[in-house]
């Protein structure tokens, strides 16, 4: 069974400070990672999504995440966070087999503040 | 134009009771997902409808828990015997077709409180 890990539960930083924002998977075969963030108030929504080819993703309001197979890891990234970013990051994946849906990790709160 | 609905926005019920829990997914999507997120969690898989027939409800938790999507569009999740356990938020998403590919939308959710 696939299984997605995100180990910081909670993270603060400062408007302009770097974020990274880890996430492990378990699946025995090929995998298809997304991450989801739902800002207060709203539905949850897609930031980015990898299925193949460059291992970096780029994806909306200046977020990446990087595909390091050899470590199981797709760790979401910003260079220079704003308060705007404030919101709830979910890792999440498929495979290529079995399940159609989406699993997803615990999420990780982030708070930036101004 | 319009995304994925579900009504209501917010449900109380009292223990044993019954409640329905109804997604509208993005015109012309075939494929429909139901979740469920409690507090501080993830969203967790229920069941997975390709059309009208559920194609994975491995994630259903008991017997308790059954949904429906009868004419390949709305579908409604019904609870039967509600437990406080139950509480949470359920999400609904729709995809353009099924499978792994494909990005999922997903509504606002409803809140299910059982007292």
């Known amino acids: 069974a696939q299984s997605v890990s995100q180990h910081n539960h909670h993270v603060i930083l400062s408007e302009a400070a770097s974020l990274e924002l880890g996430c492990n998977y378990s699946?025995?075969?090929?995998?298809?990672l997304f991450w989801y963030v739902q800002y207060p108030g709203q539905h949850l929504q897609l930031l980015l999504k990898?299925?193949?080819?460059?291992?970096l993703v780029k994806g909306i309001k200046g977020f990446e995440a990087e595909f390091i197979k050899s470590k199981f890891s797709f760790n979401l990234r910003k260079p220079s966070v704003q308060w705007s970013d404030t919101a709830e990051y979910f890792c999440?994946?498929?495979?290529?087999?079995?399940?159609?849906?989406?699993?997803f990790g615990s999420g990780t709160r982030l708070q930036v503040q101004p | 134009g319009a995304g994925v609905s579900q009504t209501p926005s917010n449900k109380v019920t009292e223990k044993g009771k019954y409640v329905e829990l109804r997604c509208d997914p993005i015109?012309?999507?075939?494929?429909l997902y139901w979740y469920r997120q409690s507090l501080g969690q993830g969203p967790e898989f229920l069941i997975y409808?390709?059309?009208?027939?559920?194609?994975?409800d491995s994630g259903l938790p008991n017997d308790r828990f059954f949904a429906v999507r009868p004419e390949g569009s709305v579908s409604t999740l019904k609870i039967q015997r509600t437990e406080r356990g139950d509480s949470a938020v359920y999400l609904c998403?729709?995809?353009?077709?099924?499978?792994?590919?494909?990005?999922?939308?997903f509504g606002p959710g409803t809140r299910l409180t059982v007292l």
């Open positions: 699946y025995g075969g090929t995998v298809n």
């Open positions: 998403a729709s995809s353009r077709q099924g499978g792994s590919y494909n990005e999922q939308f």
């Open positions: 015109s012309g999507h075939t494929a």
């Open positions: 999440a994946v498929t495979g290529d087999t079995g399940r159609r849906a989406l699993t």
């Open positions: 990898y299925f193949s080819g460059d291992p």
């Open positions: 409808f390709q059309g009208t027939g559920a194609a994975d």
